[in-house]
């Protein structure tokens, strides 16, 4: 294998070679090489050891074998000496973390998960340390802080990541076992790897200097290196995960491509490893054949970027050679056999998933299908033996049109969109103070939803919006007319959905209600537009408080109303500073985020003549504000404004204060909403979750 990056030197690399002696378990492809200096970690994991001891009282060294120092040699070839101690110790604790958690039910996992996210972010977002409910998270976060004070550009880096990061942790909670298929397994695997958040990280640790659209043009590289690790840590990692969930008791909460392929499609574990095998191969050659490609191709590339692309594919080659000469997995003392393990063929395989591409497994049987012929009814051939003049179809029954999947087409591609999926995430963070079945917390989710959603679809219509997350909004995919009629419909099935409820009637009446109240807030907007009329503060925040806050008002009574809870005021208070903070931040972002940008164009609230807060102030407080007006709404028919104008338009609001001022109402309406939900959880008990969603939309 050869490598094209003429600024690197390969002499000293090792690769993979068929013909050389190579450990039994090594079958990747993907070139590796040591770290590139004498060191010997043994005395910081030797720490690790102990602090973790002293804090569960559990001795993890069997877990790691007798060359537990090793890792850092093939997983950080290029880190410097100085923060390799702080990165080892880190490295270490979240493998211990891993470890400990992996075997957990969701409901115990999720609680130390929940714990460990709002700590961070309360440190990422406010600066603030929070002390934790679990040690082991306690000393995960040390290690981490550890880290980023010591490692130059470390702290921003994460800071600026940590969203990443977050989701990481959060696909840590895996699905059950059964319920999975291959694809979906995969797709999944990609996200919980910890590779996934190294990759990002990266750069910082080599010192190097990398924009995120330059990392986002490598992105898919990246992943397939990602799958490429989890895949790999999977084939190696499998008996010791089947030891520990066995004796867990909860094997269907495996995690692990080998038992995918074992319980939902039958194949027995020398098939599954031969899959997974050639999964991987087939992944790594897909790998140096995109670098090779983009490597040779013309488009331009920092040498920071070459240098990030080149240390990240021998990374994913060392961890993988690790994996092959780890005691941590290739041991003899494991409590279970191969028959214990045989147990996970066919748990949850019904003898109709088919994986693509590979034969089916030994076990898997025949099984024989039946043809089905269309038939005519009685009554379809007696009306066409009277009436066999005519066209059958004109004198036929009335038929509903079949064309939901038309209907729906402009809404789904919304859907399709990267998004927050914020009102879910609510209903998601309530359900720890509401009591009501799962399936009507999912009805409201998606009842909610489907009218957010609808909104969407019109708002950018009547903005003249044509992004939509930083693709085409969806009228001008499918045109006017036809997202007008998907919206129109997805009220009427969203207000259907809600009869499944068992309080149907009352939230109907909800819905109903909340609806009206959306249309009004939006009819002041777009009455104020219309006429290019400024409106007050007040009137902006009672727009808000209609518009905005209708949406998370409509979970929250949707909640109560169908767990039969008494109305909390303080709760409804909480919702109506959380839709004034949404949209301001939004005001605030379409005017001051590079991301935003990308998303949705330049200052386009500036295009739409839409009365944003910023705004409202600057024209309140200019000394000419006639100028801005006519700059804004009086364009001589033009339907775009031009970049020059929008830029002047943005520094007369830095030159008077707007942007300042926006950020200033920002931070008190946050710390308002902090100290209501301090009350609230002093009455109600803590919702972690709740104080998640709030701390990442801190800006």
């Not at 034969?359 to 898997?364: F, L, N, R, T």
């Not at 207000?495 to 209600?513: A, I």
């Not at 219309?530 to 727009?543: A, E, G, V």
């Not at 007006?629 to 929008?646: N, V, W």
Request: contains cysteine; glycine residues 6%.
């Amino acid at each position: 294998m050869a490598c094209t990056v003429d600024t690197f030197s390969f002499k000293d690399f090792k690769f993979p070679d068929q013909a050389a002696e190579r450990p039994a378990a090594h079958f990747n492809s993907l070139p590796y090489r040591i770290l590139e200096y004498d060191t010997d970690c043994s005395e910081t994991i030797g720490q690790v050891i102990a602090d973790w001891r002293e804090v569960t009282g559990k001795d993890v060294s069997r877990a790691l074998g007798t060359n537990s120092a090793s890792l850092p040699l093939y997983l950080a070839p290029k880190c410097p000496p100085h923060i390799l101690p702080r990165f080892v110790r880190f490295g270490y604790i979240a493998m211990f973390w891993d470890d400990a958690t992996d075997t957990l039910d969701t409901a115990a996992h999720e609680r130390i998960q929940l714990d460990l996210r709002a700590a961070l972010l309360s440190e990422v977002k406010l600066g603030r340390h929070t002390r934790c409910e679990f040690e082991i998270n306690e000393l995960y976060i040390q290690s981490l802080i550890d880290l980023m004070n010591g490692t130059e550009g470390f702290s921003a880096s994460f800071k600026d990541k940590y969203e990443l990061y977050d989701f990481g942790l959060q696909a840590q909670t895996v699905p059950g076992l059964r319920t999975v298929t291959w694809e979906e397994y995969k797709a999944h695997r990609i996200k919980s790897v910890g590779g996934r958040v190294l990759s990002r990280l990266l750069p910082a640790i080599l010192g190097i200097c990398i924009s995120d659209q330059e990392l986002d043009s490598v992105a898919h590289m990246i992943q397939l290196g990602d799958l490429i690790t989890g895949l790999t840590n999977d084939y190696h990692s499998f008996r010791k995960e089947f030891d520990e969930h066995l004796m867990a008791g909860n094997l269907d909460m495996m995690h692990n491509g080998m038992a995918v392929l074992m319980s939902n499609y039958g194949y027995a574990e020398n098939e599954a490893a031969v899959i997974l095998k050639q999964e991987v191969l087939a992944a790594e050659k897909k790998l140096m054949a995109d670098y090779e490609t983009w490597n040779s191709s013309g488009s331009p590339k920092t040498e920071d970027l070459r240098r990030y692309m080149f240390t990240s594919i021998l990374t994913v080659g060392g961890f993988n050679y690790w994996h092959s000469i780890s005691p941590r997995y290739h041991r003899t003392d494991f409590a279970t056999t191969a028959a214990d393990r045989a147990q996970l063929v066919g748990r949850g395989y019904d003898g109709k998933r088919k994986l693509p591409n590979y034969p089916p497994p030994v076990m898997a049987t025949e099984m024989n299908g039946h043809s089905e012929s269309d038939t005519l009814s009685d009554a379809s051939k007696e009306m066409i033996s009277v009436v066999n003049h005519l066209q059958k179809e004109i004198v036929a029954p009335f038929e509903k049109a079949p064309a939901e999947k038309i209907v729906l087409a402009p809404w789904e591609y919304i859907q399709s969109l990267p998004g927050k999926k914020t009102l879910g995430r609510i209903v998601e963070c309530l359900q720890g103070w509401f009591t009501l079945p799962d399936d009507s917390a999912k009805i409201i989710t998606e009842t909610t939803r489907m009218l957010f959603d609808a909104t969407l679809m019109l708002d950018d219509i009547q903005d003249g919006s044509q992004l939509r997350r930083g693709r085409p909004a969806a009228h001008a995919v499918f045109g006017q007319p036809q997202t007008i009629n998907s919206a129109t419909y997805l009220y009427v099935k969203g207000s259907r959905q809600l009869k499944s409820l068992k309080h149907s009637n009352e939230c109907g009446d909800v819905f109903m209600e909340e609806l009206e109240t959306l249309a009004f807030g939006q009819g002041l907007e777009l009455h104020w537009r219309f006429n290019t009329s400024l409106p007050s503060t007040k009137d902006y925040l009672i727009m808000v408080d209609n518009k905005t806050g209708g949406f998370f008002r409509l979970v929250l009574r949707l909640l109560e109303v169908e767990s039969e809870s008494e109305p909390n005021p303080e709760l409804l208070h909480l919702f109506t500073l959380l839709g004034r903070y949404y949209q301001i931040r939004d005001d605030y972002l379409n005017l001051a985020s590079e991301e935003y940008t990308a998303k949705k164009g330049f200052c386009e609230d500036l295009s739409e003549g839409k009365f944003s807060f910023p705004l409202i102030h600057l024209l309140q407080n200019i000394a000419s504000p006639e100028h801005i007006r006519g700059i804004l709404f009086r364009r001589d028919g033009a339907t775009e404004l031009s970049l020059e104008m929008k830029q002047f338009v943005l520094d007369e609001m830095k030159e008077v204060g707007s942007l300042t001022h926006t950020k200033e109402v920002l931070d008190g309406l946050f710390d308002a909403m902090l100290e209501t939900l301090d009350k609230l959880e002093a009455k109600l008990g803590p919702n972690k979750k709740l104080r998640i969603f709030l701390l990442w939309l801190k800006i």
